[in-house]
């Protein structure tokens, strides 16, 4: 046996679940350090200035790994659908994006981007497969693309309609078990970033 087969046994005993099957062409699992813990097994005794969040006693078994030290993550493939976010904007209220308001939105996700355009119908044609996807009421879009190239077709009603082209990149960070803790961020490295301008 292996010794990731072993880990994971201990994984599967201590965790009562073992997610090793790789769920897209060309994924490969990897025992990693936990990263909450740094591998210690237990939560910082004085990690939290104020009360810690639910479920996380300081001193206690990690919440990450759960004192296992070591957590499976996920090698991503080629295949493995990545993020791609962005907005929709009025060209004629958005000639450039300043940066400072890019950094603003950012921090304001839920408040309208500048110039937003709500409800512009995305749709992104790549290889053999299509999807959809609609601007929210802040001008954003979200959405899990398998990296290539895409053909996005862009409408909006007072529009004219729009074709682009994007390349979604494959992601590069291991993805840790989504379960394994409170919150998980997103790599925001492993992110496409797709802002659209209409009309103008
Ligand atoms: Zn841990």
């Given at each position: 046996?292996?010794?990731?087969?072993?880990s994971?046994?201990?994984?599967?005993?201590?965790?009562?679940?073992?997610?090793?099957a790789?769920?897209?062409?060309?994924?490969?699992?990897e025992?990693?350090?936990?990263?909450?813990?740094?591998?210690?097994?237990?939560?910082?005794a004085?990690?939290?200035?104020?009360?810690?969040?639910?479920?996380?006693?300081?001193?206690?078994?990690?919440?990450?790994?759960?004192?296992?030290?070591?957590?499976?993550?996920?090698?991503?493939?080629?295949?493995?659908?990545?993020?791609?976010?962005?907005?929709?904007?009025?060209?004629?209220?958005?000639?450039?994006?300043?940066?400072?308001?890019?950094?603003?939105?950012?921090?304001?996700?839920?408040?309208?981007?500048?110039?937003?355009?709500?409800?512009?119908?995305?749709?992104?044609?790549?290889?053999?497969?299509?999807?959809?996807?609609?601007?929210?009421?802040?001008?954003?879009?979200?959405?899990?693309?398998?990296?290539?190239?895409?053909?996005?077709?862009?409408?909006?009603?007072?529009?004219?309609?729009?074709?682009?082209?994007?390349?979604?990149?494959?992601?590069?960070?291991?993805?840790?078990?989504?379960?394994?803790?409170?919150?998980?961020?997103?790599?925001?490295?492993?992110?496409?970033?797709?802002?659209?301008?209409?009309?103008?």
């Amino acid at each position: 046996m292996t010794k990731l087969g072993l880990s994971c046994l201990t994984a599967l005993a201590l965790l009562g679940g073992c997610s090793s099957a790789p769920k897209y062409p060309g994924d490969r699992t990897e025992m990693r350090t936990c990263r909450w813990c740094s591998g210690t097994g237990v939560e910082a005794a004085d990690a939290y200035d104020g009360s810690p969040p639910p479920g996380v006693t300081p001193g206690g078994p990690c919440v990450g790994c759960r004192g296992a030290k070591n957590l499976s993550v996920t090698i991503p493939g080629p295949k493995h659908p990545a993020w791609v976010k962005g907005t929709v904007r009025d060209g004629s209220k958005v000639q450039a994006i300043p940066v400072e308001a890019l950094l603003l939105e950012n921090q304001r996700p839920m408040q309208p981007v500048l110039g937003a355009v709500t409800g512009a119908k995305l749709h992104f044609e790549g290889g053999s497969r299509a999807l959809d996807t609609v601007s929210n009421g802040t001008g954003r879009f979200k959405l899990m693309l398998e990296p290539g190239r895409y053909k996005v077709h862009i409408s909006a009603p007072g529009f004219p309609d729009r074709d682009e082209a994007l390349e979604v990149a494959p992601r590069r960070e291991p993805i840790w078990q989504e379960r394994a803790k409170l919150v998980t961020p997103e790599g925001a490295a492993d992110e496409t970033v797709f802002d659209v301008l209409l009309g103008g």
